[in-house]
């Protein structure tokens, strides 16, 4: 993932529907490299957040870097979804995997700062807890569910009023 530009570093008003997809389909967009292995569902949704876009799109990626991981032997099968909602008060990104899950005992440990299951060098355990505190930052949040069929992940943003 190319660093962020100092511009993305300042929080700004935008259609996280199509900025979403932006980061899948512009040649150096975040989502770029892995753009086959996803899902893209709707990004239609017209709702504005206002946020800073270099911290988003570093906590989306990380979400979506599990996610794929998730999916080890069959990741190409597009088989990782991004859909961006809306509600009234928020607008949502959904990453939804059908990859390994998490037993109960792990998905409540997913999210504590350098809680990793991955192999030495594979992992620091600082994604979740990073996007977690990104869109806490942001005066949002995410909240991940899990079982033995995968795993959804919904990360939350304050809708701004046009
Ligand atoms: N989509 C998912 N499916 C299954 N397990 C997951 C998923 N997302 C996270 N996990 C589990 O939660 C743990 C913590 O995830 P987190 O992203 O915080 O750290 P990491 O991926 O291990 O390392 P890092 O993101 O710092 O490279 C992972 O090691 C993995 O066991
Ligand atoms: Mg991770």
Not at 2 to 25: I, K, T, Y
Not at 31 to 56: F, H, I, P, Q, W
Not at 64 to 86: I, M, Q
Not at 105 to 115: I, K, N, T
């Amino acid at each position: 993932m190319r660093p962020p530009e100092d511009a993305e570093l300042e929080p700004e008003p935008f259609v996280l529907g199509a900025w979403v997809g932006s980061l899948v389909s512009a040649p150096d967009g975040a989502l770029a490299s892995v753009a086959d292995k996803l899902s893209v569902r709707d990004l239609s949704d017209s709702a504005r957040v206002r946020a800073t876009k270099g911290l988003l799109a570093t906590a989306l990626a990380s979400v979506v870097d599990n996610a794929l991981r998730a999916h080890a032997t069959n990741a190409s099968l597009r088989a990782v979804s991004l859909v961006v909602s809306s509600d009234p008060e928020s607008v949502q990104i959904t990453v939804e995997d059908s990859g390994v899950g998490m037993a109960p005992a792990l998905a409540v440990r997913a999210g504590e700062p350098f809680f990793t299951t991955r192999d030495a060098g594979e992992g620091m355990g600082l994604g979740l807890y990073l996007a977690r505190s990104t869109l806490a930052r942001h005066g949002g949040g995410l909240e991940l569910t899990s079982g033995p069929t995968g795993t959804t992940v919904v990360m939350r943003l304050p809708r701004v009023r046009d």
